[in-house]
């Protein structure tokens, strides 16, 4: 569906000369961009980058290396670029043209992005005036071999999707280089970047080539919902920046002066700054950088990445250490550096919490990949991931775990945020509740170990306090699916109805299923999964297939019905139990031990989803509890028992993510 224009749209004049170089015309064109409109699925229903094999066998990724100059122009509050993308078709199908993006103009008036703030009543971009949005713009055309290219923006007058015809076929197996130059400003309505004073948070900067996969270009508008897609290559960056400004980058600071040992916190450690991970590698020499008076050149480099992001401040303190772990002969780095950047913190307090945060994720990952890791603090409150680098706006351990967990979900699991935010906004929420202990089937374990029912009676007031968090996020959970029309979980990002209804599902909802893909699988298998996945698909584009395929080969076990009901559809887990009967099995008469005791009780699901409900009966020894098959809508479940039954439960300590299993207890007679 095509988006309203804003009532601030600017003049046809005024446009041109935002959009473009100096003199282009920008002409609106037919809005048919790949991989959307209405012929698109709303929900992907093949995969699109794992292969039929299901493992990585037959995978392909296109690949991207950015070699850039870019130069901060204070004065003007934007960045001066220039470079080359060498851009690999490693897909077996010859292409024409490039996709890129040009992010930072979803900042402006005449963004699909302010359309979409105008016709929901939010007045954020719609209204800037020069020098107060953003906008990214070529100085002049893109070149291959000194020719200039022809470059259209096919939405405009948004301006954020721009496709560049190539002088001749890319076919498979080749490269082409493709130089550029450009300027890029930050706007200072802040949202994931901005400006103020001498702070900027370069977010979104350079011409980032959309990803080419199984279903051709992915070259969506930039608009509230979705964000990050890119493919994988190096980025070798060097800054030209006043000397005073102290620099947070992606990637390794392999020459030059970041700023950090000048203004080291007193008592921190000096920076390690861990140039030794690329020492090895022969990287070309950066074009050569004019420096003018008062500036200094600093040069980074990051190696399988998808994005880069950076942050400068003159007013930045810093922190760092390293993160050192033995030698294992798995992918890794035996020491990463940790750096931390902020104006405002509290010393030594987020580099804990980054410490923290890596031990938990490596605990359920395994090595973190990259040689290291910043967080720099941001304008802006809350906090977004790139790889290597989070930019947070706020002193929060949860928030850190949250941002970390997407280096590895997201950064080096490289989901399609466009169409598929589930896969990482929803685990990264997962992870972090778990990381608090409030993760279901973890929480259940600790819980039958005590046997532990009533959680009114649980004598341990910190258990009871998490039991009662896990509660009330279900019930966030399952109140967002309750409405009429509530969208699945898999629904491309740009259509739903709201930044509230997408933060609701691919956030919360989508951390609901995975606690119910926990309680599916158990807890060691679900481990498994994690590591597997990790170990198999880190530093690859991955989609629902890769996850449900890996953790099928796991368990053994066909999981489409799983992943179809979560992502496919909306509903909840909502069954119940009918009044057991109780009976001796054997006969008396020919008995020589005592006879067991049989518990038979019908359960009938009532809900959206199948889920292999526990079924629990209480002795005086305890409890025992059974595992429901997941498909049938009614089925009987049978427990036999040494010793006289004395209470039925539906799920009895808690682990599935339902509110309604509570309407499932009997008391025996």
């Given amino acids: 569906m095509r988006a309203s224009l804003p009532r601030t749209l600017l003049a046809s004049a005024a446009l041109a000369a935002a959009l473009g170089a100096p003199g282009d015309t920008i002409v609106a064109q037919p809005a048919g961009l790949p991989n959307q409109g209405p012929e698109a699925p709303r929900v992907p229903k093949t995969p699109a980058t794992t292969p039929p094999s299901g493992t990585t066998t037959g995978y392909w990724q296109q690949r991207a290396d950015y070699q850039i100059v870019a130069q901060l122009d204070e004065a003007r509050g934007l960045v001066d670029a ?73 939405l405009a007058p948004d301006s954020t999707v721009v496709r560049v015809e190539l002088p001749r076929p890319l076919p498979p197996a080749q490269q082409v280089e493709m130089q550029l130059a450009w300027v890029a400003r930050p706007s200072t309505v802040l949202r994931r970047q901005g400006r103020r004073g001498r702070h900027f948070d370069f977010a979104q900067w350079f011409p980032k080539v959309a990803v080419y ?49 000048r203004v080291r916190v007193p008592g921190s450690a000096m920076p390690w700054y861990a140039r030794r991970a690329y020492a090895s590698v022969a990287l070309p020499q950066p074009p050569r950088a004019g420096r003018p008076a008062g500036f200094r050149t600093v040069r980074f ?19 760092g250490d390293q993160w050192v772990r033995p030698r294992t002969g798995r992918p890794g780095w035996d020491t990463v550096a940790l750096h931390v950047l902020h104006e405002r913190w509290t010393p030594g307090r987020t580099l804990a919490d980054l410490r923290h945060a890596l031990s938990w994720l490596e605990s359920i990952y395994g090595p973190y990949a990259w040689p290291q890791l910043t967080i720099a603090e941001r304008l802006e409150g809350s906090g977004t991931e790139f790889p290597m680098l989070v930019m947070n706006g706020e002193e929060d351990r949860s928030l850190v775990v949250h941002e970390a967990g997407h280096q590895f979900t997201y950064g080096l699991l490289a989901n399609n945020e466009w169409q598929s935010a589930w896969m990482d906004e929803g685990f990264t929420t997962y ?20 046997q532990w029912h009533d959680v009114v009676s649980i004598p341990d ?58 309680d599916v699988m158990g807890d060691e298998p679900f481990r498994t999964l994690l590591r597997t996945y ?13 996850m449900q395929k890996t953790a099928e080969g796991v368990t053994g076990t066909r999981l489409g019905w799983f992943f179809d009901q979560w992502i496919d559809s909306t509903g909840t887990i909502d069954y119940l139990l009918e009044r ?52 049938p809508d009614r089925q009987t479940v049978r427990i036999v028992l040494a010793e006289p039954p004395m209470d039925v439960w539906l799920d009895p300590f808690g682990t599935v993510e339902s509110r309604t299993t509570a309407q499932s207890r009997f008391v025996l007679p």
């Fill in 213 to 261: 996969d199984r279903h051709g270009w992915k070259p969506n508008a930039f608009v509230a919902q979705g964000e990050l897609h890119g493919e994988f290559g190096t980025f070798d960056v060097t800054f030209v920046l006043p000397a005073d400004q102290v620099i947070a980058a992606t990637g390794v600071p392999v020459s030059g002066d970041p700023g950090w040992e």
């Fill in 431 to 450: 992870q972090e509740l778990w990381s608090r202990g409030e993760a279901r089937v973890p929480l259940a374990a600790e819980r039958a170990a005590r």
């Fill in 301 to 319: 480099v990051a190696r399988d990445v998808h994005h880069f992001g950076w942050s400068v401040s003159p007013d930045y303190r810093y922190e």
């Fill in 82 to 154: 220039r470079g080359t993308l060498r851009y690999t078709n490693a897909s077996p199908d010859t292409l024409r043209e490039l996709w890129l993006h040009q992010h930072l103009n979803a900042f402006r008036p005449g963004s699909r992005w302010s359309a979409d703030d105008d016709a929901k009543g939010r007045e954020r971009f719609q209204a800037l005036k020069d020098p107060d949005y953003g906008f990214e713009r070529f100085t002049s055309a893109p070149r291959v071999e000194g020719r200039a290219l022809r470059y259209s923006y096919p």
């Fill in 534 to 546: 990790y170990g198999r698909w880190s530093f690859r584009h991955v989609d629902r297939w890769a």
């Fill in 580 to 631: 057991p009967t109780v009976s001796r099995a054997g006969d008396d008469s020919t008995a020589t031990r005592p006879r067991p005791w049989v518990v038979t009780v019908q359960l009938q699901r009532r809900g959206v989803y199948r889920h292999p409900m526990p079924v629990g009966v209480r002795t005086a020894s305890g409890w025992t509890v059974v595992r429901a098959e997941p498909l």
């Fill in 461 to 518: 007031s910190t258990v009871r306090r998490r039991v009662r968090a896990v509660e009330a996020f279900t019930a966030t959970v399952e109140d967002g699916t309750r409405l009429r029309g509530a969208p699945p979980l898999g629904l491309r990002s740009d259509l739903f109805a709201s930044k509230d209804d997408y933060d609701a599902m691919v956030y919360d909802r989508a951390a609901g299923m995975y606690a119910a893909l926990h």
